[in-house]
Nanobody, 118 residues
Framework: EVQLVESGGGLVQAGGSLRLSCAASGFTLDDYVIGWFRQAPGKEREGVSCISNTDGRTNYADSVKGRFTISKDIAENTVYLQMNSLKPEDTAVYYC???????????WGQGTQVTVSS
């Protein structure tokens, strides 16, 4: 069964850190571009960060540059999002996405809630 499962969300004070995990089963994450997205209440889903499957290049939204780091562990078939210096405006449900880009497959996880208190 193909699955993406996010974990690691929670409640943290402003300035704190969390590490989100996105674990894949049923397919190899390294064959896909992996992205982290988030959706705050009343707002559209937005891209946070992504990592290439070909050269490992990473990209970040301006709002998280210098604070968030995306990485992947091929052996664990897992992608991580290290979030430091969290701000209340980072509060959202965070989703992991695996996009095959040149193929038909596009998978989403169920999301994990991140809440940052001021």
């Amino acid at each position: 069964e193909v699955q993406l499962v996010e974990s690691g969300g929670g409640l943290v004070q402003a300035g704190g850190s969390l590490r989100l995990s996105c674990a894949a089963s049923g397919f190899t994450l390294d064959d896909y571009v992996i992205g982290w997205f988030r959706q705050a209440p009343g707002k559209e889903r937005e891209g946070v960060s992504c990592i290439s499957n070909t050269d490992g290049r990473t990209n970040y939204a301006d709002s998280v540059k210098g604070r968030f780091t995306i990485s992947k562990d091929i052996a664990e078939n897992t992608v991580y999002l290290q979030m430091n210096s969290l701000k209340p405006e980072d509060t959202a449900v965070y989703y992991c996405n695996a996009d095959e880009i040149l193929g038909p497959h596009d998978y989403w996880g169920q999301g994990t809630q991140v809440t940052v208190s001021s």
